[in-house]
């Protein structure tokens, strides 16, 4: 779906303004018209579609009649000031919004063509098919080999222990950490390093078959090697699921997704290829964020 | 400071921008001076001021050299995408077409002391009149696609990239001519020699200006139309278009 493509207006704000104040001006300079969504939100035989989703915190309105599309093997990056909706959005996909008091979503988000917020939705079983890890990496306190075979276990995806050991076995090694772990498996996952805790995290999400993994800025409590890890890992992955992340890294961004989101006091204001968005984005207000203008 | 270097939330960056911008218009006053001096010291017959301007050379292949390092530091820096890429990488290539403009216009004043220098055989001054009119041409030219870079004037670099024809038809028109100083006598034909070189100096100099004024398009739309005919280049910009 094309929508409107906006006119580059406007310009920089001051240094000194805090990001709150530089996104209040926006909003008050930014006619709401003028914030529709640039770019095609839509991709061909998606995983997963969301149209026209609003999500509230009581009265107060987090994402503003938000549509895109989730493809199949792609990773996209939702990119945005803090507060702009992106985490907000990335935790609608999967449910994850429901544990929150007062918070109502409308609109329509489905996977595979199934309406994830229809009322007869397992949600147990769709965040086993909408995987996500988040900013820390947070292990459950028992052993390596217990955290990734607790979701196939209790999903009954193993019915004899080889099964279970294969799983285990198959999810770290397309998470990058058999060769590092395979030898203490019994030991806590507590003790692993940050960035292996991550791949931890990440391979107890592959282990119960997702079909989207969901990343919430996966990497900002890692080094830059770990985080380079992650970001090969992400890379790898891509061939077997479909990719959501938000980071503040724009770099980050750039380097891993295959399709670039961005997010502004809950709009979407601009989707399309990474390459376009990071070398000729059409959205003032996308070129003012990536290029450090504002935010 | 424009549109593509001011805004930035690090003023630093702005800072870093600029100076880069003020490189490409110190390195395009520069050679368009070289350009002028060494086309007088062809009218003036003039070798001594001719080996200054080759001497001169010399500051432009400095400034080039400044620029490339700055632009280096501030890609480390920095990390730029969007226009402030765009803006970096149009600066690379502006800058290394005109110290090619400036060694052009070295060869230009070589030709004053392979003519005039001592016991050199002079030439038919009617010979090197076309070398005369063409540098006006392409000196306005390299200034204004310098311009229309220092200003995002799309108007202004699409007006370059059109006359670089009439700049191409006026370098075989003067071919034809200076085939007649061989017709003429036989023996022109070292002097002829060097003034098809002059000549050829100079188209090339208009083609550095084009090249710019295409770069200037990249900048301002994202789109490369180096190889693009005048037409598409109209496309892209648009009737009256100004810098969104």
Known sequence: ?295 | MNKMTEGHTVKRYDGEMTHLHQLVLEIGNLVCDQLDRAVQTLKEEDPNEARAVIERDKQVNQLDVQAEEALITLIAKRQPVAKDLRELITVNRIVTDLERVGDEARKIASLTICFYDNDASRPNPQMTRDIMSMTEFVKQMVRNSVESFDELDLQKAVDVIRVNEDLENEFKSALRTLSTFLIEDGRNIGHVVHVVLGLRALERIGGHAKNIAGYVVFLVKGKDVRHEPLEAVLAEVGPGSAFR
């Open chain 1, 1 to 295: 779906m094309e929508i409107a493509i906006e006119e580059k207006k406007g310009g920089a704000l001051a240094a000194s303004r805090s990001a709150l104040a530089a996104g209040a001006k926006r909003e008050a300079t930014v006619p709401r018209e003028d914030r529709k969504t640039v770019g095609d939100v839509a991709v061909e035989n998606p995983r997963m579609t969301c149209r026209e989703v609003n999500v509230y915190y009581g009265d107060k309105q987090a994402i503003k009649d938000v549509s895109l599309d989730i493809g199949r093997n792609e990773v996209v990056s939702m990119i945005g000031p803090s507060g702009c909706g992106k985490s907000t959005f990335l935790r609608c996909l999967n449910r994850m919004n429901d544990t929150i008091d007062g918070c109502r979503v409308t609109g329509s988000i489905r996977i595979d063509d199934n309406d994830i917020y229809d009322k007869r939705m397992d949600v147990v079983l769709l965040r086993a098919q909408v995987g996500m890890v988040f900013q820390k990496p947070n292990p459950f306190p028992k052993s390596i080999y217990e955290n990734i075979a607790y979701g196939p276990r209790i999903h009954g995806l193993a019915r004899q222990k080889e099964e279970l050991d294969e799983i285990v076995e198959k999810s770290m090694q397309r998470a990058g950490l058999w060769e590092e772990v395979k030898d203490r498996l019994d030991q806590p996952g507590t003790g692993l390093s940050g960035g292996q805790q991550q791949r931890l995290c990440i391979a107890r999400a592959i282990a119960v078959s997702p079909e989207v993994i969901l990343m919430d800025e996966p990497c900002s409590a890692l080094d830059p090697i770990a985080t380079a890890r992650i970001e090969e890992l992400i890379d790898e992955l891509r061939e077997h699921y479909s990719i959501a992340i938000v980071t503040h890294s724009m770099q980050q961004a750039a380097r891993v997704s295959q399709r670039t989101a961005y997010f502004h006091l809950g709009d979407l204001i601009e989707v399309g290829e990474t390459d376009q968005i990071f070398t000729n984005p059409r959205h003032q207000l996308t070129e003012d964020y990536i290029t450090g203008r504002f935010g």
